[in-house]
Nanobody, 117 residues
Framework: QVQVVEFGGGLVQAGGSLRLACAAS??????MAWVRQAPGKEREFVAA????????SYTDSVKGRFTISRDNAKNTVYLQMNSLHPEDTAVYYC????????????WGQGTQVTVSS
């Protein structure tokens, strides 16, 4: 049984930092990502990382502020978020891809990140 669980959301002031973690279990995951959804908006890709951490990608609005990483021994992916803006307020979801799927086929329940101005 696959489980995907996020940790680390909360309330922070603008300019502050938060670190999200996502623990996935039950399968092997070759790609892991963070996706967010702000109130009244569509889901937005934030960052992704491949199986060995050698390749990462970010949406333009978080480049230079957010860092995605993973620990395969723990099957965990992290999102370090620095210099947070109020516009980063959203529910952050962890999405993972397990072969042979070519899309993210398992999702967590989401964790709320609120950045106050």
């Amino acid at each position: 049984q696959v489980q995907v669980v996020e940790f680390g959301g909360g309330l922070v002031q603008a300019g502050g930092s938060l670190r999200l973690a996502c623990a996935a279990s039950g399968r092997t995951f070759n790609r892991m990502a963070w996706v967010r959804q702000a109130p009244g908006k569509e889901r937005e890709f934030v960052a992704a990382i491949n199986w060995d951490g050698s390749t990462t990608s970010y949406t333009d609005s978080v480049k230079g502020r957010f860092t995605i990483s993973r620990d395969n021994a723990k099957n965990t992916v992290y999102l370090q978020m620095n210099s947070l803006h109020p516009e980063d307020t959203a529910v952050y979801y962890c999405a993972v891809r397990s072969p042979p799927s070519t899309d993210y086929n398992y999702w967590g329940q989401g964790t709320q990140v609120t950045v106050s101005s």
